[in-house]
């Protein structure tokens, strides 16, 4: 018994360590879209950030891909109308639940920090250079693909054959916080908006249905920047 206590809590330091190294490689594709300091970029330039881009995206999303299938993940990549829709109505409702939990924060003066906007992006700011259009996609479309293929199909997968499902997705949506450097009431956000995908995706035993959450999630994200002029 105290043996098998010991493995287990040793394969959960392991997998540990492995959720809070692992985000790096699942941002690499971010890489691209940065204007490493040259804010007068060229066409040729912009080429090159899309190649890279996309070459960093399809080889993250090739490898994620893999390492789900290899370590027994067994949610599909189906999603029904109805799923849809209520995946859709959770991003509006967990980014409008992001936006009140921030708002309470900066008039109560609890736990504000200068900057929170509930999503971590570094990059927002180029939504008004040349790199634009790919800022849109990288930050609405193409990370929460990734993130969400890699917390919520193999992190949380791997937490999963260590222990119950509920302290699996607690611990995938802790790290999940830790990844993204959030401020408190940003991490808090970020800790409930983890959950609810966890729930959704097994609700209809698929990844999709959180894909669409992050989605909407970060496309109004972006969308309420432009709209206020935060960028």
């Keep these: 018994m105290v043996a098998r206590g010991l493995h287990r809590l040793g394969g959960l330091v392991y997998e540990s360590i492995f959720a809070l190294v692992f985000p790096l490689f699942i941002s690499l594709p971010v890489i691209a879209d940065m204007d490493w300091g040259k804010h007068d970029l060229n066409g040729l330039m912009v080429l090159s950030h899309w190649a890279a881009y996309l ?30 829709a209520w995946s859709l109505l959770a991003g509006i409702a967990l980014y409008g639940a992001a936006a009140l939990l921030l708002a309470v924060a900066k008039y109560a003066h609890i736990f504000y920090q200068p900057g929170d906007t509930g999503t971590a992006s570094s990059n927002v700011p180029l939504l008004r250079g040349p790199l634009s259009v790919l800022t849109v996609v990288a930050s609405s479309i193409g990370s929460p693909i990734l993130e969400e293929l890699g917390f919520r199909g193999i992190i949380l997968t791997k937490f999963e ?71």
Aim: proline share 3%; no cysteine; glycine share 10%.
């Design 161 to 231: 054959r260590l222990t119950n499902r509920p302290i699996a997705a607690i611990l995938a949506a802790l790290f999940f916080v830790i990844a993204h450097l959030p401020g408190i009431i940003a991490g808090l956000s970020m800790f409930i908006f983890a959950l609810v995908n966890t729930w959704l995706d097994r609700r209809y035993d698929s990844l999709v249905p959180g894909m669409v959450s992050h989605i909407t999630y970060n496309t109004i994200v972006l969308l309420s920047l432009l709209a206020t002029g935060a960028v």
């Design 55 to 84: 070459g960093l995206g399809v080889v993250v999303f090739l490898v994620l891909r893999w390492e789900y299938r290899r370590i027994g993940g067994t949610k599909g990549w189906m999603i029904s109308k109805r799923g849809l």
